[in-house]
Structure formats: structure tokens, C-alpha cells
């Protein structure tokens, strides 16, 4: 189980990285920070947006604490496709309303 999650780590992270999206990378965990400043808009919006207009789900980064301003969570623990494709879905997102 712990190398799946960290194969389902390292493909988003890498992705989010290429993106310039990504905050840090986990080392026990199995969720992804990933920023949202460029966009703007305050976690809350943003993943309502993301789920409406994407179809992806991921967790406000205000929901975590004062830290989690600009950032959202992206779990890992969902299957490996799913995953990437979310991540490119996210990205995209993030870069069309930059």
C-alpha cells in the first residue's frame, strides 16, 4: 500500500510541479498542497468552481488553518488514473483563470 501511494505521490506532484502549482511534497501523508494564489480567488470559490466547471474535487486550503490561504488539498487516495487526470484538470484550471 505505501508504494502505491507513493507512486500516486510522485505522478501528481510531478505534474503540479511542471505547472509551477506545487507547494511541497509529502513525505507520510497522502495528500498534495497545491497553490491557488495565481488565480486570485479564495479557496472556497475556487473548488466550487473546480467541481462545477472541471469536475474535480479537492479541499479549500482555509479549511486546514490560517496557512491554508491560497492552497488547496488534493488527495492521494483515490486511483492513480483518476488522479492525473484530476491534476491536469486542476492545472488547467488554475491556468485559465490566471
Same mark, same amino acid.
Given at each position: ?9 510522485? %505522478? ?7 505547472? !509551477?502549482?506545487?507547494?511541497? /511534497?509529502?513525505?507520510? &501523508? ?28 479537492? %479541499? ?7 496557512? !491554508?490561504?491560497?492552497?488547496? /488539498?488534493?488527495?492521494? &487516495? ?21
Amino acid at each position: 500500500m505505501r508504494e502505491s501511494y507513493r507512486r500516486r505521490r510522485d %505522478a501528481a506532484a510531478t505534474l503540479l510541479d511542471e505547472a !509551477g502549482l506545487l507547494v511541497s /511534497r509529502p513525505h507520510g &501523508a497522502f495528500y498534495l498542497l497545491a497553490d491557488i494564489s495565481p488565480t486570485g480567488l479564495d479557496g472556497y470559490e475556487f473548488c466550487k468552481r473546480l467541481i462545477l466547471e472541471y469536475g474535480v474535487a479537492v %479541499a479549500p486550503g482555509e479549511t486546514f488553518g490560517p496557512g !491554508g490561504h491560497g492552497k488547496v /488539498r488534493i488527495s492521494l &487516495a483515490t486511483k492513480q488514473v483518476n488522479l492525473e487526470e484530476g491534476t491536469r484538470r486542476f492545472a488547467q484550471a488554475v491556468r485559465a483563470w490566471t
